[in-house]
C-alpha cells in the first residue's frame, strides 16, 4: 500500500512538472546505494528529483486507535532536487513541488491512488530543525540539496487492504 502511494506521487508529480517544459527526472529511492555506489547521475541540463519516505509513523490520538482491525499512518517525504549544472534550475523544481502540494493537499477515493478502504490523505510542509536535516542527508550518504519535506497523514492500512504473504512460515 506505501508503494502504491508512492508510485502515485511520482507519477503525478511527473505531470505536473512536465507541463512546465523543465528537463527533470523523478526517481523515487536515495541516490546512494548503502555501499556508496551512485544509483543515478542526472544528464547535462536535467534535474533529478528524489522522493524518498524517511519515516512513518501510527496515528494514534491518547491511547485510542482510530479503527479496530486498521492501521492509519503518516508518512513523512523528502522531495530533494539535483542540478550540477544550474542550482537555480534545482531551485525552481523544489518551487514546483511546493506549487504542487499547495494546490494538491487532499486526496480521497475519488481522486487519488484507487488504495481500497483509503477515505483521505492530507498533505502538508513538515518543517525539520537544521540538525535533524543533517542527519537525514548524513544516514543518506547524500550532501545536502535543495529538499522539501511533506507529511502524509491518515494513509489507513485495513486488514483486507493488505495481500496475503503465499508460502509457508514454517521455522520462524
Keep these: 500500500m506505501i508503494s502504491i502511494l508512492t508510485e502515485f506521487l511520482q507519477n503525478e508529480i511527473t505531470d505536473f512538472i512536465s507541463t512546465t517544459g523543465k528537463n527533470v527526472q523523478v526517481h523515487v529511492g536515495p541516490i546512494i546505494g548503502a555501499e556508496g555506489e551512485v544509483h543515478l547521475v542526472n544528464a547535462a541540463g536535467e534535474s533529478l528529483l528524489l522522493i524518498n519516505m524517511i519515516n512513518l509513523s501510527e496515528e494514534i490520538y491518547g491511547t485510542v486507535k482510530m479503527q479496530p482491525n486498521a492501521t492509519s499512518l503518516n508518512l513523512k517525504f523528502m522531495f530533494s532536487v539535483s542540478n550540477n549544472e544550474n542550482y537555480l534550475e534545482a531551485l525552481g523544481v523544489l518551487s514546483d513541488v511546493i506549487a504542487f502540494f499547495t494546490s494538491n493537499h487532499t486526496y480521497t477515493s475519488a481522486n487519488g491512488p484507487g488504495i481500497e478502504g483509503l477515505r483521505q490523505m492530507n498533505f502538508k510542509m513538515y518543517n525539520m ?44
Excluded at 143 to 163: G, L
Aim: proline residues 5%.
Design 129 to 172: 530543525e537544521d540538525k535533524d536535516l543533517s542527519g537525514v542527508f548524513i544516514s543518506m550518504g547524500m550532501k545536502k540539496i535543495p529538499s522539501v519535506f511533506y507529511e502524509c497523514r491518515m494513509v489507513t492500512i485495513k486488514e483486507e487492504t493488505v495481500a496475503p504473504i503465499a508460502g509457508n512460515l514454517s521455522g520462524w
